[in-house]
């Protein structure tokens, strides 16, 4: 196991609002406050379409162009307000944005192609890494392969060898298992307990998955429908993996029971949840 990095990501009073016609606005993240502190898995979830993306967005740097990102409050990574793409912070999305052309040797080893990173490590460090991470998320057997030749778990795979390689103090990622059928959604829900044991980082984990929050969170974060409020905040101390025996737990129970309590109070009723069978 390597050694956790110190990290500090806050939200400082985050609004986010866009332009209507007729010249309304529409707040979809009302005065939103959180700080992490240290490495961990930190679930948020919400309903469909709450502003959880949004809030992952601003956190690692994206600033679309024509809109002010947040509308107001502060975004601070150890101390320093992020405005900009942040070379500590990287996203894996539920589109892996694995280019078609390269293939999984390359897709991995992509970044170490930018001026950044070439400054950073020599060839055979960052080479030493792609092979690393390729034998940890199990896909050695197949660099050479293209993304076409893939199944969607293994080219999430590929997404999240990327990301890894580059050794993050801070890995953003927005519903990375959302699109992947149950069982092998729980196996990469596996694989990242495996790889976060290795390389220990501050995980934020957008989900609307009710089960998947509680297998994975050290902390789940609970927002409400727009705009979006903080709606609970609650620590796991359960170690990983969380057996099938703890999911059935008068604990497990609770926590579900209080997560869904949370999101109907918080919703009236509205936007989409899920709980894994």
Not at 189 to 195: A, P
Not at 244 to 263: C, F, G, P
Request: neutral net charge.
């Amino acid at each position: 196991m390597n050694a956790a990095s110190p990290v500090s990501l806050v939200l400082k009073n985050i609004v986010q609002e866009y332009a209507m016609p007729g010249g309304k606005k529409n707040r979809v993240i009302d005065d939103i406050n959180l700080e992490f502190n240290q490495p961990g898995i930190n679930m948020l979830l919400g309903p469909s379409g709450c502003g959880k993306s949004t809030l992952m967005t601003m956190m690692g740097g994206v600033r679309p162009a024509g809109v002010d990102s947040p509308t107001s409050g502060t975004i601070l990574i150890d101390g320093a307000e992020c405005n900009d793409a942040h070379d500590d912070a990287v996203m894996v999305f539920q589109r892996y944005a694995n280019r078609p052309d390269l293939t999984v040797y390359e897709n991995v080893a992509f970044p170490f192609r930018l001026a950044l990173w070439k400054k950073k490590l020599s060839k055979s460090e960052w080479q030493q890494r792609v092979e690393e991470m390729l034998k940890a998320v199990g896909l050695s057997d197949k660099k050479n392969l293209y993304p076409a030749q893939l199944s969607g778990g293994q080219n999430q795979r590929v997404a999240l060898a990327r990301a890894l390689a580059l050794r993050p103090r801070i890995l953003l990622m927005d519903e990375p298992f959302g699109a992947l059928d149950a069982q092998i959604r729980e196996e990469m829900q596996q694989l990242l307990i495996e790889l976060y044991k290795a390389w220990p980082c501050l995980i934020i984990f957008v989900t609307h998955d009710v089960t998947e929050a509680l297998l994975l969170g050290d902390r789940v974060i609970v927002l409400s429908t727009q705009p979006a409020l903080v709606a609970d905040d609650f620590e796991i101390t359960e170690a990983r993996p969380r057996s099938s025996a703890w999911q059935r737990s008068t604990e497990a129970v609770k926590l579900e029971e209080r997560i869904l309590s949370k999101l109907h109070n918080a919703s009236g009723g509205r936007g989409a949840v899920r709980v894994s069978i």
